[in-house]
C-alpha cells in the first residue's frame, strides 16, 4: 500500500513538529541584563543631566513623568547594522535610545544582538526550506525520499509508522531539486535545538535589525 497521503492537517502537524525543535535554538543565548538592572540601564542611556532630573521626577513626581512601560525598545550599533532590542514588559524612560559605544554594556549587547540575529536567521531559512520540502511533497514517502533519517526522526511518529507499510518506492517530488546545502542547514539548527531551553530564560526580548 502507499504510504500516508498528505493534507492540510498533516502538512500543519509536520510543520508543529518541526517548529517546536527549531524555534528553541533561539533559546540558547541568554540576554546579558537581568530585569534587576533595566531601571539603571535606562537612565545610562539618557545624558547625565536628563538622567539625574528624570530620576528626580520619577522618584518626587512620578506622575508628572512618562515611561515606556510595555514592550520599549533600544538600538545598539556596528559599523553596518542598527540592531532595535524590545524589552518585553520592561521600563526604559523612552523608546528608541541609542546605546553609546562607550557604554560598558555596547559589547555584551552587541555580540549578542550579532549572534542572536545570525540564530535567528538560521531558523528562519532551515524551517522555510522544510516548509517547501512539506509543500512539494503529496505523501510521507516523498518526504522520506528527499530528507535523511536523521531529520525524519522529527516526523511525528504515527506518520513514520506508515513507512514500514510501503509497497513502492515514492517518486522524488517534481519541482524540488536536491540541495544537501540546505538540508545539513536544517539538520543542524534541528540538533541545536534538541539541546536547548523549551524557554528563553531572563527578559523576554524580540529582536530587529535595520542596515544603516
Known amino acids: 500500500m502507499p504510504t500516508l497521503r498528505l493534507g492540510d492537517n498533516e502538512r500543519a502537524s509536520i510543520r508543529r513538529a518541526f517548529g517546536r525543535v527549531a524555534n528553541r535554538a533561539c533559546n540558547n543565548k541568554p540576554f546579558p541584563l537581568v530585569s534587576e538592572d533595566i531601571a539603571e540601564f535606562g537612565y545610562s542611556l539618557l545624558e547625565p543631566r536628563i538622567a539625574k532630573y528624570y530620576t528626580f521626577l520619577r522618584d518626587e513626581a ?8 510595555w514592550n520599549p525598545e533600544f538600538n545598539v550599533r556596528d559599523s553596518e547594522h542598527v540592531y532595535e532590542i524590545t524589552l518585553h514588559g520592561c521600563t526604559l524612560p523612552k523608546d528608541g535610545l541609542l546605546l553609546p559605544e562607550d557604554h560598558a554594556m555596547h559589547r555584551p549587547l552587541l555580540v549578542w544582538a550579532q ?27 516523498q518526504i522520506h525520499r528527499v530528507i535523511p533519517d536523521d531529520i525524519m526522526r522529527f516526523v511525528p511518529e504515527y506518520m513514520q509508522s506508515t513507512l514500514q507499510d510501503a509497497e513502492r518506492r515514492s517518486r522524488w517530488p517534481s519541482g524540488l531539486e536536491n540541495d544537501p546545502e540546505q538540508l545539513d542547514a536544517l539538520a543542524n539548527v534541528l540538533a541545536l535545538g534538541s539541546i536547548s531551553p523549551e524557554d528563553r530564560e531572563g527578559i523576554q526580548i524580540s529582536l530587529n535589525r535595520h542596515t544603516i
Do not use: F, H, P
Open 115 to 141: 549572534e542572536q540575529w545570525d540564530i535567528e536567521d538560521r531558523v528562519g531559512k532551515a524551517t522555510g526550506y522544510l516548509w517547501t520540502v512539506v509543500e512539494q511533497c503529496c505523501s510521507m514517502g
Open 62 to 69: 512620578a506622575d508628572l513623568t512618562n515611561a515606556a512601560t
